[in-house]
């Protein structure tokens, strides 16, 4: 029989510590993934500009684009957020993006609405140039900004909608303001995945957005963080330890993770809304854009399921085809259409 020294307590004792400390050794170690779970959760990577942004900011007419000055929007929680307002420009260079999309669409250049784009996951406003190339040639302008904790905007943590939605609105109010509805037109929304969910849950309260394309989005937070374990660690991973990683940056970003739930919200849109999803995402499955699209009430709604896309690359897979059906999609809501 095996003896435990007397100056561990017998062995009963020493047993029970060995217990306790083992527990607490693997309490411990939830914790701290967890912690390290909440921080990827709500504090998005910041990039730099890359040399494809700043060749568009050097020569914006070159890309067919006219790019307004920077200016900033202070939240109601005192953040503050990086816009401009992209235009069709009056003399564009090769704008090869550009000229190709006209002659697919047969239309002249004209200022007819604003397309307010919302850009996903670590993403900058600089990221809308390639889309807003194709997007000027039907003459709509592009109202971009950096969301709260991405590129040059404010705040330390993002919230997925609970925040971002209110943020949105203060960036078309400011907009009517500054540069006036005669000048704006009708607007319409576009978003890619974080951008896509804030889109869908800002709509069913938000008049002034026509209708919206929405690529990528999530159908709730909850599901698609427990994905996102999965595709980064093993898709094994318990659930408590995602539960984890929810209620800790709920806790420390001041919001309900499990209240981020856009399929829900679409049931509340009366637009028309095209939901465009990649076949092959893993990041959100398609199953989520389905999701989506089943709450949806308008019959001009669709669902675009773009063959061979994934999340990074669904807009370059769908091609000028698919630039052209979102173009067109709005095109045929607009007023007077």
């Not at 790019?67 to 939240?75: D, K, N």
């Not at 609405?113 to 919302?118: F, G, I, P, S």
């Not at 052209?324 to 007077?336: Q, V, Y």
Request: charged letters at 25%; hydrophobic letters at 40%.
């Amino acid at each position: 029989m095996i003896r435990f020294p007397s100056f561990l307590g017998g062995g009963r004792r020493w047993r029970s510590r060995v217990w306790f400390g083992s527990t607490g050794l693997v309490l411990a170690t939830g914790a701290s993934l967890g912690w390290i779970g909440s921080e990827q959760l709500l504090k998005p990577t910041r990039r730099p500009l890359e040399p494809r942004h700043e060749a568009v900011l050097e020569n914006p007419a070159e890309f067919g684009l006219r790019l307004g000055e920077s200016y900033v929007v202070t939240t109601g929680d005192g953040i503050g957020l990086h816009c401009f307002l992209i235009s069709p420009a009056e003399s564009p260079g090769a704008a090869v993006k550009t000229r190709r999309m006209r002659e697919r669409l047969g239309v002249a250049p004209r200022i007819s609405a604003t397309v307010v784009m919302l850009h996903g996951r670590s993403g900058i406003r600089e990221d809308a140039f390639p889309v807003a190339e194709r997007f000027v040639a039907a003459g709509f302008q592009c109202l971009v900004y950096d969301a709260r904790a991405h590129g040059v905007s404010g705040g330390e943590f993002s919230t997925y909608g609970a925040r971002e939605v209110d943020d949105l609105r203060v960036v078309l109010d400011d907009a009517e303001t500054r540069f006036g509805r005669e000048r704006l037109g009708p607007m319409v929304g576009f978003g890619i995945s974080l951008g896509a969910a804030v889109l869908l849950q800002t709509l069913p309260e938000e008049p002034r957005l026509e209708s919206a394309v929405v690529v990528a989005p999530f159908a709730d937070l909850p599901s698609v963080l427990h994905r996102a374990v999965g595709n980064v660690v093993d898709p094994r991973m318990p659930t408590v330890l995602t539960r984890m990683v929810t209620t800790l940056g709920g806790w420390r970003g001041g919001f309900s993770p499990t209240a981020i739930r856009p399929a829900e919200s679409a049931r509340g849109i009366g637009v028309p809304v095209l939901v465009v999803h990649g076949e092959l995402d893993r990041v959100i499955a398609p199953e989520d854009g389905r999701r989506v699209f089943a709450g949806l009430s308008s019959p001009a709604s669709r669902f675009r399921l773009v063959k061979g896309g994934r999340h990074h690359d669904v807009l370059a897979v769908g091609g000028d085809d698919l630039y052209e059906e979102m173009i067109e999609f709005w095109l045929a809501t607009l007023p007077g259409s």
